[in-house]
């Protein structure tokens, strides 16, 4: 498998632009998530989605963030407009969630991460 | 909410043992992550704790005490590879499945 897949790796945009990044977790994962990670926050979840369906997006910043899942193999953020104090490294990460399951020294539930897009708006 | 507490940085030297720990308080247990993040990439499953007690996988090991709410990732033998940045993640009890991370512990392994 290919793992999670992320385009674009590297954005740069001027303040005011819409920004889409893509995300394409691996096959059979039945979980999505959107994370922002920046110096100063750490590793943020922006929103996550269950079989498709947005589960929580309680971590989205604002209503200039809206994120998309379409189909169990493609998800979308975007950012419109987009705000210098966006900048940072967006990753898409896909889990198989298995409820209740809590054999010692799994790794269930285990998350899966992209190589994260590099968003820098100028 | 969740609150998750790691040192920022450590240091150590090749062939040596370090403990990164990390204490958290949470509406309830659900299980800790530890994943090792290297600069420039992505985070990368490390281990998973739900019970009590040390599990051992290779150089590293991962220990856990919900009464006191504090895990510790134990790395063995370091390698200068194993600089990289140690996050400590937690899912609360209220029956999300989602971890919240700590802001993570950068490890810098010299010879």
């Known amino acids: 498998d290919a793992g999670v897949i992320q385009s674009p790796r590297h954005e740069v945009t001027e303040m005011g632009q819409e920004v889409t990044l893509r995300c394409k977790p691996i096959?059979?994962?039945?979980?999505l998530f959107w994370y922002r990670q920046t110096m100063m926050r750490g590793l943020e979840l922006l929103i996550y989605?269950?079989?498709?369906?947005?589960?929580?997006d309680s971590g989205m910043p604002e209503d200039r963030f809206s994120a998309k899942m379409p189909n169990a193999s493609f998800s979308t953020l975007k950012i419109q407009p987009s705000e210098p104090r966006d900048s940072a490294v967006y990753f898409c990460?896909?889990?198989?969630?298995?409820?209740?399951?809590?054999?010692?020294?799994?790794?269930?539930?285990?998350?899966?991460f992209g190589p994260g897009t590099r968003l820098t708006v100028l | 909410g969740q609150n998750i507490d790691q040192p920022t940085e450590m240091t150590a030297t090749e062939g040596a043992i370090v403990q990164i720990n990390c204490t958290y308080q949470?509406?309830?247990?659900?299980?800790l992550f530890w994943y090792q993040q290297h600069a420039g990439e992505a985070p990368t499953f490390l281990s998973y704790?739900?019970?009590?007690g040390l599990e051992e996988k290779g150089r590293f090991s991962s220990f856990l005490s919900r009464s006191k709410g504090y895990s510790y990732l134990l790395l063995k033998e370091l390698q200068m590879k194993d600089s990289a940045s140690y996050l400590c993640?937690?899912?609360?009890?209220?029956?999300?499945?989602?971890?919240?991370f700590g802001r993570g512990t950068s490890l810098i392994v010299h010879p």
């Open positions: 990460a896909s889990s198989l969630l298995v409820v209740g399951d809590w054999t010692p020294g799994s790794s269930y539930n285990e998350q899966f």
């Open positions: 096959s059979g994962h039945n979980s």
């Open positions: 989605f269950n079989n498709n369906v947005p589960i929580d």
């Open positions: 949470t509406s309830g247990f659900n299980g």
């Open positions: 704790n739900v019970l009590d």
């Open positions: 993640a937690v899912r609360d009890g209220r029956g999300s499945y989602i971890p919240t």
